[in-house]
């Protein structure tokens, strides 16, 4: 049962970070850490909430083992502060399609785990899934890597890396409760305003920069993480690492619904591929549910 509700809370999660795009748009001329810090001091409230209505004292955050709290930290905090240095410091195609490698790397990395093993349809799934990705992030736009941007897409990389490991590691911490992401956030958010103060202007938010920068906490900034890592815990990895790859796609769909993009023909062709990789690299469970049916 617990495996079911995993996988379905990770397309939840996935369906929310479509929203991340939108939102971020709206969210205007908010520095990127003073919005990460207001996203994650969000996130961390939904957490308290959540502390309250299991009943749970505070001060159980200070029982959660301390390599959870690393792995924690530096998958949330550690992702965005290297992305944000890569979009920084290399052109926003590039270390976006580098960093569109998590998806991937979780598939992979998960053939590391105990009682976990790669199948063809995993892997063929997921490569078609990239391919679809990437298509997105290009659109009808050139691609060109520039010895000269290395450190950019190597930050990239490490945010990549630093994703998809928090992801197949926190597979492995079944022992500690989802409640404890409460804690990562609260630590993000005072490290998300600490680099604010440091790399940053003070910035006062309009309403509806505000709002929106409300609404990433809500949801792919924030809320979304603790369905994430029910997700992980208790799901398959291998067919959630695929599935997010339709984040970026829904995403897209997303902007060309409230008309803030267009519907081309590279934008198309990526939904078939994303759509068909995420069909194949679920198959197992597809058959499930035909049988499902039928004995029904």
């Given at each position: 049962?617990?495996?079911?509700?995993?996988?379905?809370?990770?397309?939840?999660?996935?369906?929310?970070?479509?929203?991340?795009?939108?939102?971020?748009?709206?969210?205007?001329?908010?520095?990127?850490?003073?919005?990460?810090?207001?996203?994650?001091?969000?996130?961390?409230?939904?957490?308290?909430?959540?502390?309250?209505?299991?009943?749970?004292?505070?001060?159980?955050?200070?029982?959660?083992?301390?390599?959870?709290?690393?792995?924690?930290?530096?998958?949330?905090?550690?992702?965005?502060?290297?992305?944000?240095?890569?979009?920084?410091?290399?052109?926003?195609?590039?270390?976006?399609?580098?960093?569109?490698?998590?998806?991937?790397?979780?598939?992979?990395?998960?053939?590391?785990?105990?009682?976990?093993?790669?199948?063809?349809?995993?892997?063929?799934?997921?490569?078609?899934?990239?391919?679809?990705?990437?298509?997105?992030?290009?659109?009808?736009?050139?691609?060109?890597?520039?010895?000269?941007?290395?450190?950019?897409?190597?930050?990239?990389?490490?945010?990549?890396?630093?994703?998809?490991?928090?992801?197949?590691?926190?597979?492995?911490?079944?022992?500690?409760?989802?409640?404890?992401?409460?804690?990562?956030?609260?630590?993000?958010?005072?490290?998300?305003?600490?680099?604010?103060?440091?790399?940053?202007?003070?910035?006062?938010?309009?309403?509806?920069?505000?709002?929106?920068?409300?609404?990433?906490?809500?949801?792919?900034?924030?809320?979304?993480?603790?369905?994430?890592?029910?997700?992980?815990?208790?799901?398959?990895?291998?067919?959630?690492?695929?599935?997010?790859?339709?984040?970026?796609?829904?995403?897209?769909?997303?902007?060309?619904?409230?008309?803030?993009?267009?519907?081309?023909?590279?934008?198309?062709?990526?939904?078939?591929?994303?759509?068909?990789?995420?069909?194949?690299?679920?198959?197992?469970?597809?058959r499930l549910i035909k049988n499902y049916i039928f004995k029904s």
């Amino acid at each position: 049962m617990n495996h079911t509700k995993g996988n379905i809370l990770g397309l939840i999660t996935i369906l929310s970070w479509s929203s991340l795009a939108l939102f971020t748009v709206y969210s205007g001329k908010i520095p990127a850490f003073l919005l990460l810090t207001i996203s994650f001091s969000v996130a961390s409230i939904i957490g308290l909430l959540m502390l309250l209505k299991q009943r749970r004292r505070l001060r159980e955050l200070l029982n959660v083992p301390l390599k959870a709290y690393i792995v924690g930290v530096v998958g949330l905090f550690g992702y965005h502060f290297f992305y944000f240095l890569a979009i920084k410091n290399a052109p926003a195609v590039e270390a976006n399609l580098i960093n569109y490698l998590w998806p991937l790397l979780i598939v992979v990395f998960s053939a590391l785990l105990p009682n976990e093993k790669l199948k063809w349809f995993h892997i063929v799934g997921t490569i078609l899934a990239l391919a679809g990705a990437f298509l997105l992030v290009l659109k009808d736009g050139s691609l060109e890597f520039d010895a000269k941007y290395t450190l950019g897409y190597s930050f990239a990389l490490v945010a990549a890396l630093l994703w998809s490991s928090y992801s197949v590691i926190s597979k492995t911490l079944t022992h500690v409760p989802t409640f404890a992401v409460t804690g990562f956030c609260i630590l993000t958010a005072i490290f998300s305003f600490t680099s604010h103060l440091i790399f940053e202007q003070m910035y006062l938010p309009t309403f509806v920069e505000f709002i929106s920068a409300i609404m990433l906490g809500l949801g792919p900034v924030g809320g979304a993480f603790y369905l994430w890592d029910f997700a992980l815990k208790n799901g398959d990895i291998k067919v959630l690492g695929s599935l997010a790859y339709l984040a970026p796609l829904l995403s897209t769909l997303l902007l060309v619904v409230v008309g803030i993009s267009n519907m081309t023909t590279t934008v198309a062709i990526a939904c078939v591929l994303i759509i068909l990789g995420s069909i194949i690299s679920s198959k197992q469970y597809l058959r499930l549910i035909k049988n499902y049916i039928f004995k029904s």
